[in-house]
Structures are given as C-alpha cells and as structure tokens.
T-cell receptor
Framework: AQRVTQPEKLLSVFKGAPVELKCNYS??????LFWYVQYSRQRLQLLLR??SRESIKGFTADLNKGETSFHLKKPFAQEEDSAMYYC??????????????FGKGTKLSVIP | DAGVTQSPTHLIKTRGQQVTLRCSPK?????VSWYQQALGQGPQFIFQ???????QRGNFPDRFSGHQFPNYSSELNVNALLLGDSALYLC???????????FGDGTRLSIL
C-alpha cells in the first residue's frame, strides 16, 4: 500500500525567505507525485506534478527516488503563498485506474 | 466552464439517517472520484466511477455507495450515518481515470 508523509503541520517563514515543504512517500511501484494547494476559501487545485518538471508560481519539486521524497521549494516566499499544501501520490490500481493518496497537509504561513 | 460542481454545500443530519451527495464533473471528463476529508487530515479516497461502474474502492465500509449516470454525474450515498462520518466530501473528475484530477468545492456534512 502507498503512503505519503508530510512531517510538518505548520510552517511559518518570513516574506522573502526560502521555503521547503517536505514530502516523503512509500510505494513499491513507479509513482507519480503531485503537489496540490488550497488557498483560503478556494477549492483544492493542482500546483505541480513531477512528470512535467515545470515551475509554477516560483515553486519547484524534484522527485528523489533514492530518498523517496518530493519536497516543494521556493527561493523567496511571498505573502500570497500562504495556504494549505498537500502532497499526493498517484498509483495505478489493478482496475487500470489511478488512485490519489494524500498526505495530511502542511499549512504555510508567510509572515510579512 | 464551471468546473466540478457539488451539491449541497452544507448538510446537517442525525445519526442513523441516510444522505445523498451530488457531483457534476468538469466538461470533457468522464471519471468521478470521491474523497472524504476529516478535520485536520488530507483527503482520503472512497471510490471511483467510470462508465457507470465502480472501478476502484478505498478502505470504506459498504455503508458508502455510489452511482454514476450516463451524463457522467455521480452521487455518493451514505447509510446509517455515524458521528465519525462528519467531514468534507470532495468530488474530483478526470478523463478516463487519468491525471490530473480536478476538485470541486466539497460538501460539508455534519452529523449530530
């Protein structure tokens, strides 16, 4: 069975400081990893996925299969980055569909 | 495009009652997944519907059931409600069960 661990419930950083939200996973197969974000009073939305290897809103995440990690990073935090961040793993089921397994989330608070 | 829509927004029930939640997928999507998000937790996969059949199921009792209609919309039914069923219920849609999934705003279910 797959598992996603986000060790920090809350992360507070000052504006302009670097941000790193940690995510570790366990899965025996080849995973696809995602970061979802939920801003205040908004729906859960996709921030980025590892296969696209792109930077969204200044955030990047690299899949490290050796350390089974997919940490989210941003060099300079902005106030508008304050939100709830969820790491998720997509695993192919025997039924041929993909199931998302989420971590418990990290609340990022950027202090002005 | 309204994206994924869910109804109702909020619902209050008492123990032992039954509830039905509804979801319309994003235009062009044919697969609907349901998640339960308890307070302080990440979303937890309940089941997925594709071609009007339950394709995959998470670790939830048979009290949780669903249905998908020919227009791809879906319902989540929960029987014999327990206090522990109080949560935010999220619907997500995708094309042919792939990624990424797009989420709705959720239905907040409170059990008294």
């Amino acid at each position: 069975a797959q598992r996603v661990t986000q060790p920090e419930k809350l992360l507070s950083v000052f504006k302009g400081a670097p941000v790193e939200l940690k995510c570790n996973y366990s899965y025996s197969g080849s995973p696809e990893l995602f970061w979802y974000v939920q801003y205040s009073r908004q729906r859960l939305q996709l921030l980025l996925r590892h296969i696209s290897r792109e930077s969204i809103k200044g955030f990047t995440a690299d899949l490290n299969k050796g350390e089974t990690s997919f940490h989210l990073k941003k060099p300079f935090a902005q106030e508008e980055d304050s939100a709830m961040y969820y790491c998720a793993l997509s695993a192919l089921s025997g039924a041929g569909s993909y199931q998302l397994t989420f971590g418990k989330g990290t609340k990022l608070s950027v202090i002005p | 495009d309204a994206g994924v829509t869910q109804s109702p927004t909020h619902l209050i029930k008492t123990r032992g009652q039954q509830v039905t939640l509804r979801c319309s997928p994003k235009s062009g999507h044919d697969t609907v997944s349901w998640y339960q998000q308890a307070l302080g937790q990440g979303p937890q996969f309940i089941f997925q519907y594709y071609e009007e059949e339950e394709r995959q199921r998470g670790n939830f009792p048979d009290r949780f059931s669903g249905h998908q209609f020919p227009n791809y919309s879906s319902e989540l039914n929960v029987n014999a409600l327990l206090l522990g069923d109080s949560a935010l219920y999220l619907c997500a849609s995708s094309f042919q069960g792939g990624q990424p999934q797009h989420f709705g705003d959720g239905t907040r279910l409170s059990i008294l």
